[in-house]
């Protein structure tokens, strides 16, 4: 099943924060966050891992509790740049690879 | 030069045509991606492959067929094309042992008529 990610959208002034979440009904090996600006492919931001592991974007912060199958992926002090559409995409684990992605959060940045 | 390309990047066909997309990697990573990218629908697996050997389904792999001719290529086709067939497609790859991040293509934007 595709997670359910909330907000579907958002709209902040430049220096705001925000914070999206990526919520599943099964259990999950990694969870994944990916953004996508128009056009463009999507770029990879961030891995959480089973234990805590994580690896990714300086800038980006994520959480993720294995226990309730939610990540949450925090954008502090946003900038421009950071507008675009933010995907999570979950992997299940168990020999099976490949991403299962939400719908996506459209983040819009203004001055 | 890019590491993963797509070809074509367009492409307009009409209904019940065989039509073939085409993705390169020069990043020696082993696996390999094909998603297909709908508006307000998010990234949907079609089919990945570990090795040019073992070849998986995704989601939605349904009237759709894939070749690993080498391990930096791999081609999606499409058997008979169906107007609902219309989206964007997406090649990615990763490097199975560093942590499953994966790295996309451009995109194919595929259009049946």
Known sequence: QQPVQSPQAVILRE??????????????????????KHGEAPVFLMILLKGGEQKGHEKISASFNEKKQQSSLYLTASQLSYSGTYFCGLRRGGGADGLTFGKGTHLIIQP | D?????????????????????????????????????????????????????????????????????????????????????????CATSDGDRGYEQYFGPGTRLTVT
């Open chain 2, 2 to 90: 890019a590491d993963v390309t797509q070809t074509p990047r367009n492409r307009i066909t009409k209904t019940g045509k065989r039509i073939m997309l085409e993705c390169s990697q020069t990043k020696g990573h082993d696996r390999m991606y094909w998603y297909r990218q709908d508006p307000g629908l998010g990234l949907r697996l079609i089919y990945y492959s570990f090795d040019v050997k073992d070849i998986n389904k995704g989601e939605i792999s349904d009237g759709y067929s894939v070749s690993r001719q080498a391990q930096a290529k791999f081609s999606l086709s499409l058997e008979s094309a169906i107007p609902n067939q219309t989206a964007l497609y997406f």
């Open chain 1, 15 to 36: 220096g705001e924060d925000a914070v999206i979440n990526c919520s599943s009904s099964k259990a999950l090996y990694s969870v994944h966050w990916y953004r996508q």
